[in-house]
């Protein structure tokens, strides 16, 4: 068995609430209907807490297992 973490960032121009409605609704859903999918998660960042100053790398939003 296979195992796979994948870091995701929203697109510009979204809000966070945005992002995460369409996370968990529309990707939440299609991945329950994967055939030979045992297991999805997804783990959601509340707060960014390097925006306060600069930050060198992509902002992260969320992480998606499986």
Not at 2 to 17: N, P, T, V, Y
Not at 31 to 45: E, K, P, S, T, V
Request: some cysteine; proline content about 5%; charged content about 25%.
């Amino acid at each position: 068995m296979s195992h796979m973490i994948e870091a995701i960032c929203r697109r510009d121009g979204d809000s966070l609430k945005t992002f995460t409605n369409y996370w968990v609704r529309v990707n939440g859903e299609l991945a329950r209907h994967l055939c030979g999918l045992r297991d999805y998660r997804q783990n959601h960042i509340r707060a960014r807490l390097f925006e306060a100053a600069p930050w060198p790398m992509q902002p992260i939003d969320g992480l998606s297992g499986r």
